[in-house]
């Protein structure tokens, strides 16, 4: 490991914390271009409804206003609809029906925000309610309306199915089962809700035709991609600029139509328009997450679990957006064997359309990965209680075991690397375990209601080996550009964006670790597509498995030619020098060398005869495999008698995330998850009436948790390199939020356990808790 | 102090921000983060929600925290506000600035202004305050990155700080 230069496993501080720490960050919002206008959406108050007529005359009078824009406009244009990430389409602008509440109907460019909200008002639309559809049952239902009539050969509601794994031989597995334990459970819609909500500034110089947008993306290269066919502009001309990211998780992936419209906006008036999203409308209309309704089996023999069974629905909303990799429609779900050694596995997925938002994200999570780790998890826990063992015990006996990696899993994954009884035993050990338990049975005959949690997830992420990942047809490789300058300071530039993960410090190490260049002395760049080579973006954990060894393998490329550099100027061969940290030296004599500063400096200066000049380059990588995080999350709770709230007593986190570069930062990011998956277990939720009106769409009614309701974590790691990644990292930014959520809700299940109680639904409520108290005759 | 200018519609308001005098003819209807914002050019004060539940426009109005989204801005008038570009001393980081850069307390920056800004009125009020204390002092506030440990950490390493200064 290098000390000078702060490579890996260094917690330096952060680089990118100056500009935040004295306002000085720039985000959309921030934005300010010479004669901006500003345009606002009005959104649709039913959730299906013909529209009758839009009016816009009232608003197109109001002084300030400079235009109104309708869906018939959008439709002279051909952009009345846009295409989904999933391959279907989405209305831009509604024009025949609108089908979800908060659907975007119009627009309001004006030269301030202000007017824009008051124009809004003053647009009178003819709607002609129609019954909504708000569940994946309700959409199957022989009278249900059809939600998307406008589609050629759509005649019912149903959007996908889709199969993983082997049916024949899990018949077998069930069949020859001595006990089969069952969870029917939701994973309720939740939202992403990052702090900063959506928003663009969109700016098509009349004079040179360059479209530069300035917008919150998660993937801007694949954003410029999708706008020049959506928009019909030429590639060359489009610029996305992804300014500072105020949060993301997932919300930052999809194409809005906001975006669209003040594309049009832009290109139709000849001046920059801004439009920035409030608080609803990111709640109402852009990318949810979850709305899994799960059936899970599993089939035992003794304490062996033999076979798992699974068969869900996706309540997808009005258009299919789901943002992920086209071959796989319920994601990654079929990650559902987990952390354990299950023979056969079989996984049936359908997805409907219903009058809800569109575009399924993964929240903090890699494609559906969440959902397939919490019905897992549930589900041993069911059998735990079931069978009468330990669930930590059931755990151990089932887990693959090290020694079987790389393992085949029975759905078709190669996971590269493990260890789960390790980060288990860990877990157990940190939490106090088995002295827990004597105090939880202690308390119980005092009265008082104590429960202990375990989740063991696994993690598929690093999306993706080219082969079987694209999105939209773009195969999900990223890249990495570093240019080394002749004074020894470098720019990585990138084709992912970081929306907080600390991206412009731990790449820079990465790069300090490679080359031997200090950390300070490399800028990272990322977010603008003028300037940063093509890459398909942050999220799904893919930044550091991906970008991440993109950054390694360029980096070493660098410092093969740095070698034949640093040969010409010792005068010796290239293999007569070895490398240390920050130099080469001729082997047997150290004093002879030459640092990565000297090489740098000759690369413009004193080049061997016949070398291309300079010290850059770029590297795409198309990662051999996924990677694997795991590890095990152990919550201890308290459940009030009275009330029925409960409270995390201890949230105990074990770790494997490989090699971990930035150790503090890794931290952070777990922290993090964690809150998001307590939030999502204990109060975040989208639910809607049987009118399709949101019930969760704004920050008093979506609750999210605040420093006052957030537990306490306690950390700890082991380290299970990724055999193929150059330095073995794994990726670890939503690993919390995948695995949590079941250690939470396990644990208030086993606090209650002894009364018979196997399930709660999430967001695990107190009138929940207390009903179940109640039926159990717990109540007090 | 707000009188009616000659604009029609809008009133003159003045006040110190930062420790600068500013002043504008403002619509009634302004609000104080639009005029921070828009009007000052402060754009280190960000909007969340709309609905004075996550915090990330709270500024100093008078030494009190202070959602700017729930506040007019002519109800400011004739007050001291403090932003975050007013946190810096002489050029240097405001203890609380040291102590969030110190101890990762911030991850994407959004909310960052203004848990700094409560956790100084905190501090000015308590110098030495347990982590209950400060997680009931900026639970009117939202973070989706942290975790909100290191947000507490950092509060207690800028006490620190200015307990050693003091």
């Given at each position: 490991m290098s000390t000078e230069v702060r490579g890996l496993g260094h917690s330096v501080k952060r680089k990118e914390d100056e500009r935040?720490?004295?306002?000085?960050?720039?985000?959309?919002?921030?934005?300010?271009?010479?004669?901006m206008l500003h345009m606002e959406l009005l959104r649709s108050p039913f959730a299906h409804a013909r529209i009758k007529s839009v009016d816009t005359s009232r608003a197109a009078a109001l002084p300030g206003v400079v235009a109104v824009v309708t869906g018939e406009l959008m439709a002279q244009h051909s952009l009345a609809w846009m295409p989904t990430l999933s391959g279907d389409t989405q209305a831009v602008l509604a024009t025949d029906k609108v089908r979800f509440q908060g659907q975007e109907v119009a627009a309001v460019v004006a030269e301030s925000a202000y007017i824009a909200k008051d124009a809004l008002e003053l647009i009178d639309v003819d709607y002609a309610p129609l019954p909504a559809v708000t569940s994946p049952e309700r959409a199957q239902a022989p009278d249900a309306p059809l939600i998307r009539d406008e589609k050629e050969g759509q005649t019912d509601n149903h959007i996908f199915h889709w199969e993983a794994g082997d049916k024949e031989?899990?018949?077998?597995?069930?069949?020859?089962?001595?006990?089969?334990?069952?969870?029917?459970?939701?994973?309720?819609?939740?939202?992403?809700?990052?702090?900063?909500?959506?928003?663009?500034?969109?700016?098509?110089?009349?004079?040179?035709?360059?479209?530069?947008?300035?917008?919150?993306?998660?993937?801007?290269?694949?954003?410029?991609t999708l706008f020049a066919i959506v928009a019909g502009l030429p590639e060359h001309m489009i610029r996305i600029v992804s300014p500072d990211i105020g949060g993301g998780f997932g919300n930052k992936v999809p194409i809005y139509p906001g975006y669209v419209?003040?594309?049009?906006?832009?290109?139709?008036?000849?001046?920059?328009?801004?439009?920035?999203?409030?608080?609803?409308?990111?709640?109402i209309s852009t990318g949810f997450a979850r709305d899994y309704h799960m059936h899970g089996e599993?089939?035992?023999?003794?304490?062996?679990?033999?076979?798992?069974?699974?068969?869900?629905?996706?309540?997808?909303?009005?258009?299919y957006a789901d943002a992920q990799p086209s071959k796989f429609r319920a994601g990654l779900f079929h990650i559902v064997t987990g952390s354990y050694d299950i023979p056969a596995a079989h996984v049936v997925a359908d997805g409907y359309y219903t009058n809800k938002a569109p575009g399924g994200v993964a929240y903090r999570c890699s494609f559906r990965v969440t959902e397939a780790s919490y019905l897992i998890e549930r589900l041993v826990d069911v059998a735990a209680h079931e069978v009468g063992i330990d669930p930590a015990e059931l755990r151990l006996k089932n887990f693959i075991k090290p020694e079987q990696f790389p393992y085949h899993s029975a759905t078709g994954f190669v996971y590269d690397s493990g260890d789960y009884p390790k980060a288990m035993n860990l877990a157990l050990e940190k939490l106090g375990y088995a002295e827990l338990r004597k105090e939880q049975a202690k308390a119980r005959e005092e009265g008082r209601l104590l429960g202990i949690g375990l989740a063991s997830f696994t993690e598929v992420v690093g999306a993706g080996p080219g082969k079987d990942y694209d999105i939209a047809g773009l195969r999900m490789f990223d890249s990495a550009e570093l240019r080394v300058h002749p004074t020894g300071k470098a720019i990585l530039k990138l084709g992912v964006r970081s929306q907080g993960q600390g991206h412009e410090t731990t790449f820079a190490q990465i790069v300090a670790e490679e080359i031997g260049i200090p950390y300070e002395d490399v800028e990272v760049q990322e977010g603008d597509t003028d300037n940063t080579p093509y890459g398909l973006g942050t999220y799904a954990s893919r930044s550091t498995p991906v970008a991440g060894a993109a950054t390694a393998v360029i980096s070493r490329k660098l410092r093969e030619k740095a070698r034949e550099i640093a040969a010409h100027l010792l005068e010796c061969a290239p293999d007569d020098l070895e490398w240390e940290t920050d130099r080469f030296f001729v082997k047997g004599a150290p004093e002879r060398s030459k640092t990565i500063q000297d090489v740098a400096f000759a690369a413009y200066t004193n080049l061997p005869e016949g070398m291309e000049a300079g010290l850059e380059g770029v590297h795409y990588y198309d990662p051999p495999n996924m990677t694997y995080p795991f590890g095990t999350y152990a919550v201890v709770v308290e459940v009030d008698r009275g009330t029925g709230q409960w409270k995390p007593l201890r949230v105990v986190a074990v770790d494997d995330c490989g090699v971990r570069i930035n150790p503090m930062i890794v931290e952070g990011q777990i922290m993090g998850g964690l809150t998001e998956g307590y939030a999502i277990a204990a109060m975040e939720l989208i639910t809607f009436d049987e009118d399709g009106n949101c019930i969760g769409s704004n920050f008093m009614d979506y609750l999210i948790p605040t420093a006052w309701e957030t537990p306490e974590f306690e950390l700890g790691e082991t380290v299970t390199p990724s055999p193929h990644h150059p330095i073995g990292a794994k990726g670890v930014g939503e690993s919390a939020t995948v695995g949590s959520p079941a250690a939470y809700v396990n644990a208030v299940v086993d606090a209650l356990a002894h009364a018979g109680v196997r399930t709660f639904e999430m967001p695990v409520t107190p009138d929940k808790v207390w009903q179940a108290l109640s039926e159990a005759g717990l109540a007090e | 102090m707000t009188q009616t200018t000659s604009e029609p519609g809008t009133h003159a308001v003045e006040v110190t921000v930062n420790g600068e005098k500013r002043a504008a003819g403002v619509e009634p209807r302004l609000l104080l983060v639009h005029f921070i914002r828009e009007n000052l050019g402060l754009t280190g004060t960000h909007i969340g929600c709309d609905t004075t539940s996550c915090g990330a426009c709270t500024v100093l109005v008078d030494g009190v925290p202070t959602k700017s989204c729930t506040m007019f801005a002519v109800q400011a008038a004739g007050s001291e506000i403090t932003t975050v570009e007013g946190l810096l001393q002489n050029g240097k980081h405001h203890p609380i600035q040291a102590g969030f850069h110190e101890e990762h307390g911030l991850q994407c920056g959004f909310c960052t202004p203004g848990m700094m800004l409560t956790s100084v009125a905190l501090l000015a009020e308590n110098p030495n305050p347990t982590n209950e204390q400060i997680r009931w002092a900026i639970s009117g506030q939202i973070c989706r990155c942290t975790g909100y440990q290191n947000i507490v950490k950092a509060v207690q390493n800028a006490a620190a700080r200015m307990r050693e200064t003091s």
């Open positions: 935040f720490l004295r306002g000085k960050g720039t985000y959309v919002d921030d934005i300010k271009l010479p004669g031989a899990t018949e077998r597995a069930f069949a020859e089962a001595d006990r089969v334990v069952t969870l029917d459970t939701h994973y309720p819609r939740c939202h992403p809700s990052p702090l900063e909500c959506c928003g663009c500034v969109a700016d098509i110089n009349p004079a040179t035709g360059k479209a530069t947008i300035y917008m919150t993306s998660q993937a801007p290269h694949a954003h410029r419209v003040a594309t049009a906006a832009s290109l139709l008036l000849g001046r920059p328009v801004k439009w920035i999203e409030d608080r609803t409308g990111n709640l599993l089939a035992l023999k003794g304490d062996r679990i033999v076979g798992l069974r699974t068969s869900l629905e996706s309540d997808e909303g009005a258009f | -």
